[in-house]
């Protein structure tokens, strides 16, 4: 007769997972013995882990389509979102190593806690003022208006981290807002219909804003929609340039 | 061994930029303390010149040569990318300041020896 572990026959093409572990800060890597599907993400070997071998396991995702920005991880020690990334286009000589996202307090295993990364977008001003109310009529932007096509080439962001794990500024300067507050405060620059240029302006320039990056372009080179954050930074280093040239007047 | 998530060309364009800048940190004072002699003892500054005649310190020249060279080329790229519209060619970029600075540092050093 056939042995079967869940959905295993005891044919099934095996593999090595090494999934970091951690509580109350004492974290190790450990090794797990998964099935190597042809087809899978990182994110179907973590949940496999989970649902076969230990249900105590925690990790973060929701949407599975690479919309909700909540799976991603250290994948071989690069950021990734797990659920878009498949085990095949990332496993270096048979090895699979999953940790917690870098750059953020890990809560438990692989689950960080987002906290620092959110509160800095709403430090950086990454957050709409309006200047109208409802009664007032629809502001008309049109398609091919240069500050709307600005803004839409940062628009996409969803909010993963991975820009801010890949980041080494972020590492080494707390209170760096990082890629991903700056790209949003970039887009919200170019949003002709809001209120708070100057306070943004002021706090992008600020401390913890646009200057500190040395335009690395990590996370250009890892963010999963192929958006450009450097660009972006780019840009409000100009803007807070002009700006001190205004202020100063 | 540069970690996975800093092996892309642009943060080895970073790395060189910093070992440049503060080699050439370095290097300034001494420089400067060198010519400084011309004033205060320049029998020892004749001295001390006679020493770039040696292979070894044209090497070393040809070194610092190409720290400031792909340090200044590296800059202006750096300042083209921030002040400039945004160019997709940013690697190409990186490495043609690595290529100037050879040529640069190249052609020194085949004058001096
Ligand atoms: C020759 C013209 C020069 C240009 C165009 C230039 C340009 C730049 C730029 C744009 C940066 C910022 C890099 C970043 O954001 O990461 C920088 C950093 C730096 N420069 Fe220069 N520089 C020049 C000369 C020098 C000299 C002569 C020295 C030595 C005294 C020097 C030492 C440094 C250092 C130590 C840094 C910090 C490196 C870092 O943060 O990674 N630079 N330079
Ligand atoms: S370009 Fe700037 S924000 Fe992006 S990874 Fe580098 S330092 Fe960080
Ligand atoms: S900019 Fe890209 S990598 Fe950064 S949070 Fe947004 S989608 Fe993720
Ligand atoms: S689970 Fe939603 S982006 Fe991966």
Redesign the pocket.
């Known amino acids: 007769m056939m042995k079967r572990i869940g959905l295993l026959t005891s044919d099934t093409k095996m593999m090595t997972v090494s999934i970091w572990r951690e509580e109350e800060n004492d974290g190790r890597f450990e090794d797990y013995e998964v099935p190597a599907r042809e087809n899978q993400t990182v994110l179907d070997v973590v949940a496999y882990v989970q649902q076969h071998i230990d249900p105590t396991l925690s990790y973060r995702f929701a949407c599975r389509v690479g919309m909700c920005g909540s799976c991603a991880m250290m994948v071989n020690g690069a950021p990734r979102w797990t659920c878009r990334t498949h085990v095949s286009k990332v496993v270096t000589d048979e090895r699979l190593e999953v940790g917690p996202l870098r750059n953020l307090p890990v809560i438990k295993d692989l689950a960080t806690d987002m906290d620092p990364f959110f509160e800095k977008w709403v430090a950086a001003e990454a957050v709409f003022h309006p200047s109208a109310t409802r009664d007032d009529p629809m502001a008309a932007i049109t398609p091919d208006d240069p500050m709307r096509i600005a803004a839409s080439e940062a628009i996409e962001c969803i909010n993963c981290a991975v820009c801010y794990a890949a980041c080494d500024v972020v590492e080494n300067n707390p209170d760096y807002f990082g890629p991903a507050a700056l790209n949003r405060a970039w887009s919200l620059v170019n949003d002709s219909r809001d209120a708070g240029q100057d306070a943004r302006l002021a706090a992008v320039g600020s401390n913890g804003g646009c200057h500190n ?3 690395q372009q990590g996370c250009v080179q890892y963010c999963p929609n192929e958006l450009n954050p450097t660009l972006s930074i780019a840009g409000l280093k100009r803007e807070t340039t002009k700006a001190m040239f205004r202020w100063s007047r | 061994m540069i970690r996975p998530h800093r092996s892309h060309p642009l943060w080895v364009a ?1 790395l060189l ?2 070992i ?3 080699g ?2 370095l ?2 004072p001494v420089h400067f303390y060198m010519l400084s002699l011309a004033i205060t003892a320049p029998e020892r500054l004749d001295g001390l010149l006679r020493f770039t005649d040696l292979t070894i310190v044209k090497v070393a020249e040809f070194g610092l040569v190409f720290l ?1 060279a792909v ?2 080329f ?3 790229r ?2 083209a990318l921030e002040f400039l519209p945004w160019s997709p060619h940013q690697k190409t970029m990186a490495s043609m300041a690595v290529a100037l600075a050879f040529m640069v540092s190249t052609s020194f050093f085949l004058k001096a020896i």
């Open positions: 990056c040395h335009s | 970073f930029h910093r440049s800048g503060l050439l940190a290097f300034l400031l340090h200044l590296g800059g202006l750096l300042m």
